[in-house]
């Protein structure tokens, strides 16, 4: 990973996404397979990175992380359904930080193209560049990419070793290969005679890999079906390990405090007071903050809180009022990006009726429910770091850069999730706890945060505003011009990891508002780039996140000002531009009995919203409760292509939709003296049980391509809410939190 600010600077691009060229590493180095990052001791056999065999039986390696969405499962299941082995039967683990671990699907989605419209050859090019995941060592879990990255990988890894081991049991038997059976782990004889994997382990690994065919989906026994999860049990009774439950013996507690006027440095400190209080064992100087180092982590949260610092002034302008002023000044700027330019929106139809419309939505924070932390342990020429994490191999890099080591001289063990979203493929508290272990070398160090560091340190979604411009005619919509001003978290992330800069139009910043799958024959939609310099990152469904509340609330003024049902306006558009997306509007109005009418006290809307390769629509339902808006029913389909797991793509959308409804109705970070003035979760509410709507999810598998399922439930919530509540109340909702302009039953 050392070498990727070399080779990185010799790119050419790729819609907004930065590759490297053939000609920096040839043919050879771009095709070479990585090495197997598994090491087996006595009696051990990795067959390939991701399935290692001893005497006790098999484990299998999913080195996506898990934070709750479902991916070890899975990925356990694309490799046992090969293999030939039982759920229940494997261990599952996460892989170590490797570059065989690398995510084949991260580059393809950087393609200059809409999604919904790939050619079968545009998709091919995207698995072909994928290989180049593996050249930039990109070990991680985000974009919805897990199971289009693994799908095909995981099969192939578990046929192979499966045929691998058949090899050895037939030079074992004197047998031919095609005459031998597997299944639940056993090799088996035509005359009935079993060897098992683990008796057959050490002889297959010294073989060469015997490739195979993939089985057809006609014979699949787990894939495509629910199946348990491996991690239940454990998380069911807390024997899961978080990174925030990790025990080293001899382990110190560190909590930090750190500038809370975001990117501001620090004049000087006094830490009289905490160096006074027993069990305080150093205080840090950590750069732009200070740290206390305890015997346990609330001390460290309260001597911390007892150090008076002198903190430097905002980067930025310190109210919130002045930062969205200076986002809106990027509008007087030329467009970074206009990536949908159709027919003539300058002219207006003939007979056409204009409305225009502007919307604003606030920063959010990422509010995981772990707060974040890290455990290291420095010893001089090796640095040991655990913590969960989206990005292994960026975080073994960054650390060993901190700790003055080679990246292989770093190892990460990346524990469960409690909650990424997107905030936890940045690097800041891996890298802060790597300072800390510096400091007490051979002393294992748990760096934790607490709840309002968190909420006060976080890489936000940023603030964004969207000017829209459309037209109706003769009941449908003829013209659609949209603007969109935000900071950009890909020019953000790429310089805080590589110190690179963003080339080429950010199609980050304008998804979902350049390619919602409606035809619509005079189409612009251009984005413009805020310099500001509040530190934003990706949360869940990145520029979907704004951009559907801005495109999906508009489409909605506008069938109301073409006088159609929304429902049947949205409709219309969709069935011209592409089958998928009617499909799910369909299945929502047939699963709501969707009729445009609704009662006095209700309200319904819609949104359908395409993200990550997988179109959703979503109806919300709300009620008059005594003068209170009151959440009531929810329904939701997206169409998968092809649904490894239904159930957990079910709890997905569900997932999805309660983190768009809850920043909908509650989310907001907002500043004062240029620092922000949430800090814990009464600040920064979510939907509780009480106010969950009843959810009904259908998962349609119609269209050519796997989407993704982590975070297309989030981008509809937040204008099928809206559009719900102006059906309830005849007012319009052009800036979220809903709170603010409405009274919320909480």
């Not at 996506?64 to 070890?72: D, L, N």
């Not at 290989?131 to 990988?153: A, I």
């Not at 006027?261 to 950590?286: H, Y």
């Not at 951009?547 to 909605?556: A, L, M, P, W, Y």
Request: with cysteine; net charge negative.
């Amino acid at each position: 990973m050392a070498s990727i600010g070399k080779i990185a600077r010799r790119t050419f691009l790729i819609g907004s996404a930065a590759i490297v060229g053939g000609v920096a590493f040839g043919a050879y180095y771009v095709s070479r397979p990585a090495p197997n990052p598994l090491k087996p001791g006595e009696g051990e056999a990795a067959l390939n990175p991701f399935v290692l065999i001893d005497q006790k039986g098999v484990t299998l390696f999913a080195p996506r992380a898990e934070m709750g969405q479902g991916v070890k499962t899975t990925w356990a299941a694309l490799i046992a359904e090969e293999l030939d082995v039982e759920l229940e039967d494997v261990r599952v683990l996460h892989g170590p930080a490797a570059r065989a671990y690398y995510n084949s699907a991260f580059m393809a989605d950087a393609l200059p193209n809409r999604g919904y419209d790939v050619s079968d050859f545009q998709h091919s090019i995207g698995e072909v560049l994928g290989v180049l995941g593996r050249t930039l060592n990109m070990q991680g879990t985000g974009g919805s990419t897990s199971m289009k990255d693994g799908f095909t990988r995981m099969r192939q890894a578990g046929a192979t070793a499966r045929e691998t081991l058949k090899q050895a049991a037939a030079n074992h038997l004197d047998i031919p290969r095609e005459q031998l059976k597997t299944a639940k782990g056993m090799v088996q004889a035509p005359d009935g005679t079993t060897l098992s994997y683990s008796e057959l382990a050490l002889e297959a690994a010294k073989l060469n890999p015997v490739e195979a065919d993939l089985r057809p989906r006609s014979e699949w026994r787990l894939l495509g079906k629910t199946q348990p999860r491996v991690d239940m049990v454990e998380k069911a009774t807390g024997t899961a390990e978080f990174g925030i439950d990790v025990r080293q013996p001899g382990m110190k507690f560190a909590s930090v405090r750190m500038n809370p006027r975001l990117g501001a440095g620090m004049n000087g400190f006094d830490a009289t007071e905490a160096q006074s209080m027993p069990g305080v064992e150093k205080i840090v100087d950590m750069g732009d903050g200070v740290a206390v180092v305890a015997n346990n982590t609330w001390l460290a949260m309260q001597a911390v809180e007892a150090i008076e610092v002198d903190w430097q002034e905002a980067p930025y302008p310190p109210e919130t009022d002045q930062v969205f002023a200076r986002i809106a000044e990027a509008f007087d700027d030329e467009a970074n990006s206009t990536m949908r330019d159709d027919g003539d929106v300058d002219q207006l139809p003939e007979g056409a009726v204009e409305l225009t419309a502007e919307y604003q939505l606030p920063y959010l924070a990422h509010a995981t429910m772990e707060p974040m932390n890290a455990t290291a342990l420095f010893e001089g020429d090796k640095l040991t770091l655990w913590c969960g994490n989206q990005m292994p191999t960026i975080h073994q890099w960054k650390c060993a850069a901190e700790a003055g080591l080679e990246s292989e001289q770093v190892e990460v063990h990346t524990t469960y999730l409690g909650g990424g979203f997107g905030r936890r493929v940045e690097l800041d508290f891996s890298i802060l706890a790597t300072r800390l272990a510096k400091e007490m070398p051979g002393v294992p160090v748990q760096l934790t945060w607490s709840r309002e560091e968190d909420m006060r340190h976080d890489f936000y979604r940023p603030g964004a505003i969207g000017r829209m411009r459309g037209a109706v005619k003769d009941g449908a919509a003829v013209l659609l011009d949209g603007k969109v001003a935000a900071a950009s978290p890909v020019a953000q992330v790429m310089d805080r990891i590589a110190g690179l800069p963003a080339g080429g139009p950010d199609k980050v910043h304008v998804e979902g508002f350049f390619n919602p799958p409606y035809a619509i024959p005079n189409f612009r939609m251009s984005g413009h780039l805020s310099d500001i310099s509040i530190p934003v990152g990706f949360w869940r469904s990145v520029g979907n996140s704004f951009n559907g509340f801005f495109v999906e609330s508009f489409i909605d003024e506008m069938a109301h000002k073409a006088g159609t049902d929304p429902m049947e306006f949205r409709l219309a558009l969709a069935r011209q531009e592409w089958a998928p997306a009617a499909g799910v509007l369909e299945a929502v109005k047939e699963m709501s009995n969707w009729t445009g009418q609704t009662p006095d006290g209700v309200g319904r809307g819609v949104a359908m919203c395409y993200s990550f390769g997988t179109p959703v629509a979503q109806v919300i339902e709300v009620f008059d409760d005594d003068g209170n808006i009151r959440l009531n029913k929810a329904w939701i389909a997206c169409d998968m292509g092809l649904a490894l797991d239904p159930e957990t793509v079910k709890a997905q959308m569900s997932g999805g939709m309660v983190y768009g409804l809850s920043a909908a109705l509650f989310g907001e970070i907002t500043f004062a003296n240029g620092e922000v003035e949430q800090g814990n979760f009464p600040d920064y509410d979510a939907l509780r049980m009480s106010t969950m709507p009843h959810t009904e999810v259908r998962v349609l598998e119609t269209q050519k391509h796997m989407g993704g399922a982590g975070e297309p439930g989030t981008p509809p919530a937040a204008p099928a809410l809206a559009n719900a509540i102006f059906d309830l109340t005849g007012r319009r909702a052009r800036r979220l939190p809903l709170m603010h302009d409405f009274n919320i039953w909480t």
